[in-house]
């Protein structure tokens, strides 16, 4: 390969970095600019008064069998 071939695909990997750079941060801005407007996050749920709400309860795991 001759330098000046070297030097041209250097020169285009550099030119997609940037890209990919300035893709990514105006990917994050739209992410930060659209983020307000979505809803929080559900937080972990909570058992009050010993009500499921409804929600599926697994069965309780048998006590293991000790081995003699």
Known sequence: MSA???AGIRKTVR???VAIAACTAVAGGAALVAAPDAPA???PSAV???Q???WPVPPPSPAPVPVN
């Open 41 to 43: 996050p559900a937080g």
């Open 48 to 50: 009050a008064d010993g």
């Open 4 to 6: 000046a071939r070297i």
């Open 52 to 54: 499921d709400n409804g």
């Open 15 to 17: 030119q997609f970095a």
